[in-house]
């Protein structure tokens, strides 16, 4: 895939998008998000802006994501251009790539885990399985659950639950059991070790992001990350002496909005070729302009604003703020209804509608 490249368009602007509550709501397209992202593609399919999504979501490998949005939104999408809360996960396979560690979430969490690396990665879902009543309601839980035998990834090394020690946990995506992990995560944070033994150092826990709240497919806003980050935190620190430490990943640290502004730097130096300046050698020229498109003011925009030049915040009405006017706490550079008013807008402004 390549950028439209003339002489006169420079690609010096780039665009991320928010998913939940932006672009889908559930599973669903809204706000003519299919047709806002063909405009930014050309005729013949070729990227002509570089764009990515910039999601808190997650629980399923980026390569998988991007097929499946492709599929939603009828345009091609690389999976360099997700940008997941458990992406940054990745900068810590040096330290655990080898290690036994725990993953929890929504959708495949051991999945995601083993993509970016790491080798010993067990679901707290298996993990439990191997603790007969570690869940002491486990019986009146009326939905299926997973076989063991089904659980793991052929290639993976066994990992041996009774010796091995857990080195880290990491919440992947939204917790589906909120009861059952915050039991198991209690259990081996408190010990460090197997369920119930002697307490020793807590071993590091990373969530991939801190929302509170987010849009999904029902009609006012849900409980997301953030919300079982605090219950978990404050149960442990009701049961343990010791405060719960962890380290939390995605928007609005400025980190997250750093690193889209590398991704989409590559994007744009791998494919935006400007021939009769530079030899039709690929060359990245500084962005001017970095839209972020978001729904959540303390998230998207706050995450955009802190970061600062050259990122420019737009606000939807689609998902988590509804208002009329703007964010009283986190006001946004713009306010549109839709995510197709906000392409449009930036198109207008960078004269290449
Ligand atoms: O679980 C997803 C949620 O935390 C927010 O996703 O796309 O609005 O950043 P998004
Ligand atoms: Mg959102």
Not at 275 to 280: C, V
Not at 287 to 313: C, E
Request: one cysteine or more; aromatic letters at 10%; glycine letters at 8%.
């Amino acid at each position: 895939m390549r950028f439209l490249a003339t002489t006169s368009f420079r690609c010096d602007f780039g665009i991320a998008f928010d998913i939940d509550g932006v672009i889908l709501r559930g599973p669903v397209p809204i706000g003519g998000s299919p047709q806002a992202l063909r405009r930014l593609y050309g005729n013949s399919g070729e990227l002509k802006v570089p764009y990515l999504f910039l999601t808190n979501g997650g629980g399923i490998p980026e390569t998988k994501r991007a097929k499946e949005l492709s599929e939603l939104l009828g345009v091609n999408i690389m999976p360099s251009q997700v940008v997941q809360g458990h992406s940054p996960f990745r900068n810590l396979l040096k330290k655990f790539e080898n290690e036994f560690i725990i993953a929890t979430g929504k959708g495949d969490p051991a999945l995601v885990m083993s993509e970016y690396g790491f080798k010993k990665v067990l679901s707290v879902e298996e993990y439990a399985s191997y603790f007969e009543n570690i869940d002491p309601v486990f019986q009146y839980k009326r939905w299926k659950t997973t076989p063991i035998s089904d659980m793991k990834t052929p290639s993976m090394p066994r990992c041996d639950v009774s010796s091995d020690r857990i080195k880290a946990a990491f919440v992947v995506s939204d917790p589906v059991d909120w009861g059952r992990d915050i039991q198991v995560l209690c259990d081996v944070l408190r010990s460090g070790n197997l369920p119930g033994d002697a307490n020793r150092s807590q071993p590091p826990l990373y969530f991939a992001a801190d929302d509170l709240e987010y849009q999904a497919a029902f009609p006012t806003k849900r409980l997301g990350l953030g919300a079982f980050r605090t219950a978990l935190e404050s149960i442990f620190n009701r049961i343990n002496p010791k405060s719960l430490e962890y380290v939390s990943y995605g928007k609005p640290n400025p980190f997250v909005f750093k690193n889209a502004e590398a991704i989409l730097r590559q994007l744009q130096s791998s494919s935006c070729l400007d021939h009769s300046e530079n030899n039709g050698m690929s060359e990245s020229h500084p962005f001017r302009t970095l839209y972020m498109i978001g729904d959540n003011p303390s998230v998207d925009i706050k995450g955009a604003q802190q970061t600062g030049h050259p990122w420019f915040s737009i606000l939807t009405r689609t998902g988590v703020f509804r208002g009329n006017d703007n964010d009283a706490e986190f006001p946004a550079d713009l306010v549109v209804d839709t995510v197709e008013e906000a392409v449009d807008f930036i198109l207008k402004r960078e004269c290449i509608s």
